[in-house]
């Protein structure tokens, strides 16, 4: 079966970065795009942006630009989002999804809370 | 402030049958694909409608999807009280800041 397991809980200095990994098992990892989204506490959804395992191509959510980073590693079916320069703002729960068409992000990862504080 | 625009709140009591709404514009539900997702308290979203209208493998059919112009519905038919979540949907915007997007979200309270 179709799984994406996100790394554990991070806690960051406001100035840092941090880099949440998302590894994918039960399909063919270079198959299909993966895309990050992420959610403030008590809010909505936000699109973070996407990435080609196959090709490394990304493409990012224009208020992210310059701050975040898409990588993968496809030996070990593994994608990461990197965020820098973090402030309190970028405190919320970080979710990879397995896009298999633009609009059917069919697969999640259980999510990744990332909490920026002094 | 959401590019898409959903009411934050829908209630209907079990058994019954209710739709949300979700506006955009041509840029991005004119153009492009709706898909909606259930998020229940605590977990990650759930994929309930692609496609406009489409639905993944199990999920059943009381949930259906629709799309006019630049609007989409999303509907629920024999509404149970494990329907009570967040309801989002979600399309490509291809303005200049061309991307994903997501309405603000719906809460479902079953009464």
């Known amino acids: 079966q179709v799984q994406l397991v996100q790394s554990g809980a991070e806690v960051k200095k406001p100035g840092a970065s941090v880099k949440v990994s998302c590894k994918a098992s039960?399909?063919?990892?270079?198959?299909?795009?993966i895309y990050w989204v992420r959610q403030a506490t008590g809010q909505g959804l936000e699109w973070m942006g996407w990435?080609?395992?196959?090709?490394?191509?990304?493409d990012y959510a224009q208020r992210f630009q310059g701050r975040v980073t898409m990588t993968r590693d496809t030996s070990i079916n593994t994608a990461y989002m990197e965020l820098s320069s973090l402030t309190s703002e970028d405190t919320a729960v970080y979710y990879c999804?397995?896009?298999?068409?633009?609009?059917?992000?069919?697969?999640w990862g259980q999510g990744t809370l990332v909490t920026v504080s002094s | 402030q959401s590019v898409l625009t959903q009411p934050p709140s829908v209630s209907a009591a079990p058994g019954q049958k209710v739709t949300i709404s979700c506006s955009g514009s041509?840029?991005?539900?004119?153009?492009?694909?709706v898909s909606w997702y259930q998020q229940l308290p605590g977990t990650a979203p759930k994929l309930l409608i692609y496609?406009?209208?489409k639905r993944p493998s199990g999920i059943p059919d009381r949930f259906s999807g629709s799309k006019s112009g630049t609007s989409a519905t999303l509907g629920i038919t024999g509404l149970q009280t494990g329907d009570e979540a967040d309801y989002y949907c979600?399309?490509?915007?291809?303005?200049?800041?061309?991307?994903?997007?997501f309405g603000g979200g719906t809460k479902l309270t079953v009464l």
């Open positions: 999804a397995r896009a298999a068409q633009r609009d059917k992000l069919d697969y």
């Open positions: 039960g399909y063919t990892f270079t198959s299909s795009d």
């Open positions: 990435m080609n395992p196959s090709s490394g191509n990304t």
């Open positions: 041509s840029s991005n539900i004119g153009d492009n694909y």
């Open positions: 496609e406009n209208d």
């Open positions: 979600g399309t490509w915007d291809t303005s200049l800041s061309a991307g994903g997007v």
